[in-house]
């Protein structure tokens, strides 16, 4: 079996300074946890909003640390300083521009801001990426939404076998 | 206080020959009346469907004029002559996927041709251009449905504060 | 009036081996004749996932065979063989988003993993190319979400004029 490595990014100018703690990057691992019943290993960067860095920590997370997953949380409105976007499109072979519309269409459902999100999410060779919201509350929104197709796309892109907690989350697998 | 600019550009051959009148773009400028409560002052042009000088049309809104919202209308459909959407994205540094998937949604609940609208949004400098389709009764349907964001998003690009008549519309900002 | 020829095209490894019959490609010609009551010829190609392969195959159904509309079956998932949307996009002038966001809506009733889906649709001169899942299922629901606008969509780029069989699906025209 093998071993599962889930990259958590936060992009953000003031949580890489210290200017206060990252609360969105604890929130995701602590959800993913929930998530899985599969043991992972949770990698863990807080890096500021410049493209090049969130490119080369993302590169590293998938070619090196073998994260099957990666999630970014941070910069994905539409401000100067906001580039994850861009980053993620830069080192991935293929966006899959379902999940960006799934989490905007989720998030509508909340404000009506929803629509100045540019997540998006696409495959670095064996790493599915996906961009999240910044704040805790749309992170789970938007996690809740899209999670159940997570396991299946890292089985089509050759990755590890990720179990859910069916009580938590259902993730789905169509029958050959 | 920042003085507020809006550009309203019409692209369409007919009109732009003076072959009809145009109804869309004066359209837009009512319901922006109807909408706002901040004083504005619209920069309206009527142009032909031609790539080149829609792109410098917009160029000059936002960097000359100082526009911080622009919306077009027109040209969005599959016909060769449509190229609003090439236009806006070739002068905006970053998109809003958002606003196209939502107007294509409400669309949808009128008619199933909506898919055949490429209508989008993006960023350049300090101003949002945003599509709109070429009809007045479609024009309001998208309006409705995206412009509760629009003043948050002028904000984030550090344009002027936009106020709505919140008889008609609510902005919507989210508490910091 | 002129004659009308589409294409469909069955992008698979495996059915073009002879590894197994393919079923999504007859699916396909089944389900527009029963949507249209214009008389059409259905040209059929079943073609390797081999990228350049496919967009040989677009090309030449759109510029030599004249079809005014060319639908694909496979190739539209995550995995590293999957190359049905970026082929398509290399050979179309201009993409309609509309089609992919309405087709994974709709997909999305029945599977979350209806994101993992790149579906896409543009224009290569006067043809509509349009990607559809790889499961006759899944084909049936798309198609029956965007055929409505179909007939129109090639109206606006000069194609012969589709008529449906409105007891089974009905084309949508807007009203000059």
Redesign the interface.
């Known amino acids: 079996m093998k071993n599962i490595y889930i990259g958590i990014v936060v992009a953000s100018d003031r949580a890489s300074q210290g200017e206060y703690e990252d609360l969105s990057g604890h929130a995701i691992i602590d959800t993913l946890k929930e998530y899985l019943q599969s043991e992972f290993t949770p990698i863990y960067r807080v890096i500021p909003d410049e493209q090049k860095e969130i490119e080369a920590t993302l590169q590293q997370l998938a070619d090196i640390n073998k994260c099957c997953l990666i999630v970014t949380t941070g910069g994905t ?4 300083r ?1 580039v994850t976007p ?1 980053a993620t499109e830069n080192v991935c072979e ?9 989490m ?2 989720v998030s ?1 459902q909340y ?8 997540q998006t999410a696409g ?1 670095r060779g064996q790493a ?1 990426i996906v961009n999240l919201p910044g704040k805790p509350k749309s992170i789970r929104e938007c996690l809740d939404a ?1 999670f ?2 997570i396991p ?2 890292i089985d ?2 050759e990755g590890p076998y990720l179990e859910c907690n069916e009580a938590v989350i259902k993730a ?3 029958k050959k």
């Open positions: 409105g539409p401000a100067l906001d861009e293929r966006m899959l521009p379902g999940f960006g519309e799934l905007r269409q509508l404000v009506p801001t929803a629509i100045l999100s540019r495959i599915l899209v159940p197709a299946y796309c089509l892109i789905f697998r169509p």
